[in-house]
């Protein structure tokens, strides 16, 4: 059957099984969160046809996913360097986690 007025909507639990096929490299839990939160945040859709799923919103989706991905895999980095700076000068383990704890993402430096 043609889903030509997007009549036929679909499940959300079809978007999350998919959106966990798509970036399976990746935990299940991490990618399902993601998603939700782009559901709260209304960036998701709560509500898609099958056909503006495949036509406009599966590509922004996991476009957005994989950016989300890269910023936090980046700020994960830098925590790390930061750490082994930490631990190299022998500053407490508890004082440098705190400031880790601290880090504001949107002001990441990037290269």
């Known amino acids: 059957m043609l889903d030509y007025y997007g ?5 959300n ?5 998919e959106m966990i096929q798509y970036f399976k490299e990746y935990n299940e839990n991490y990618i399902l969160e993601i998603v939700n939160e782009l559901r709260r945040v ?3 859709p709560l509500e898609n046809s099958v056909s503006g799923w495949m036509v406009f919103v599966r590509k922004f989706i996991i476009d957005e996913i994989k950016e989300i991905i890269s ?3 980046h700020l994960s980095k830098q925590r790390l360097e ?10 407490p383990p508890d004082i440098s986690q705190k400031i880790c704890g601290f880090i504001n993402p ?3 430096i990037s290269r």
């Open 13 to 17: 639990n079809q978007i999350d099984t």
């Open 106 to 108: 949107k002001i990441i």
């Open 7 to 11: 009549s036929i909507v679909k499940d």
């Open 42 to 44: 209304g960036t998701l």
């Open 82 to 91: 930061f750490m082994k700076y930490c631990d190299s000068v022998n500053l």
């Open 71 to 73: 910023k936090e895999t």
